[in-house]
């Protein structure tokens, strides 16, 4: 199993997750609000992690929210296996 290396790449793939997340709970559940404010949170406390901001922005994108989670998730998952 391949180690993280922090990478702009795992750094995306890691923001898209939280936001389809965040997205999807804000869709599903009555603790969506809490979840968009953890998301926000998140995004504006990584300091230089500047693609783990963009990744939750693209995540949070209304019509996205499970394509970025499942494709946040894959990513990382196949980046783990290699």
Known sequence: MAEFTGQND?????GVAIGGVA???????TIGSSATTV????????GSLSAVKLGIIVGLSPHLGMI??????GYLLYKASR
Request: hydrophobic share 50%.
């Open 10 to 14: 795992e750094q995306f793939a890691t």
């Open 23 to 29: 997205n999807v709970l804000a869709n599903t559940t």
């Open 39 to 46: 998301a926000s949170w998140i995004g504006a406390h990584c």
């Open 68 to 73: 970025a989670l499942l494709g946040g998730v």
